[in-house]
């Protein structure tokens, strides 16, 4: 779903942000962020707020180098990626879609675990937000053509009050050696780690194309 954007959505938007006193810079972090994603999501929203309070939770400096997963594919990765720097380029971001909307956010270690933080949507401080918890559930009340921007604007008044947070103990993945191989089907070079038997998984379980010229 996404919300429009007709310039006096917009106008709206800012004059809820200011009306909820959100500040000038978390502001600017929404700007960021929508521009990245490229529409307006209600979940991108929500997902803004997280990873402000993760970032605040953990006490990191701007620019610290940090770790995160993000618990569902939908939305969180974005605000993930351009608030934390935390990427899937850099392999500082991992989805492990379990489709949650939750997000951990931890500092490197060369130890097996390390402390950090895991916030994510509580259902029952949702229950106080009647809009975002309709749309939030996938009720049949909630109506997308006349609720998005009521949704919008009770997600920025509820800010962090609809999140909870636990502190947890994160395990860091094992770094994996490799030597890279060649595919016994196609002849490119894969690491041999990623191997299904003889052959690469494009060549196997992950194919998703068929070769035209
Ligand atoms: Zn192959």
């Given amino acids: 779903m996404q919300f429009t954007s007709h ?3 917009f106008t709206e ?14 502001q600017e972090q929404f700007t ?4 990245f994603h490229t529409v307006t999501a209600p979940g991108l929203f929500i997902g803004v707020f997280m990873v402000d309070y993760a970032i605040e939770l953990l006490g990191a400096r701007h620019g610290e180098k940090l770790y ?3 618990e569902t594919y939908k939305c969180i990765p974005d605000p993930v990626q351009v608030m934390s720097g935390c990427t899937f380029g850099n392999h500082r971001l991992q989805v492990v879609p379990i489709g949650k909307f939750a997000l951990t956010m931890n500092r ?8 950090g933080v895991r916030v994510y949507v509580d259902a ?3 229950k106080q937000y009647r809009i ?40 860091v993945p094992l770094k994996n050696t490799w030597k890279s191989v ?7 070079m894969v690491p041999d780690i990623a191997l299904e038997e003889d052959h690469c998984k494009g060549c196997g379980s992950l194919s998703y194309y068929d070769v035209l010229s």
Avoid at 17 to 24: G, L, V
Avoid at 182 to 188: I, P, S
């Fill in 132 to 171: 975002i918890n309709a749309w939030y559930t996938h009720s049949p009340g909630f109506d997308s053509a006349t609720m998005i921007y009521p949704l919008i604007d009770e997600i920025l008044k509820a800010g962090r009050d609809i999140l909870s947070y636990q502190r947890v103990r994160v395990r």
């Fill in 13 to 26: 938007m800012r004059e809820s942000m200011d009306a909820y006193e959100i500040s000038p810079a978390l």
């Fill in 182 to 188: 060649k595919c016994n089907t196609c002849g490119e």
């Fill in 68 to 70: 995160a997963v993000a």
């Fill in 108 to 115: 490197p270690s060369e130890k097996k675990d390390i402390e």
């Fill in 32 to 35: 960021r962020c929508i521009s």
């Fill in 7 to 9: 310039p006096r959505a």
């Fill in 124 to 126: 029952e401080k949702l």
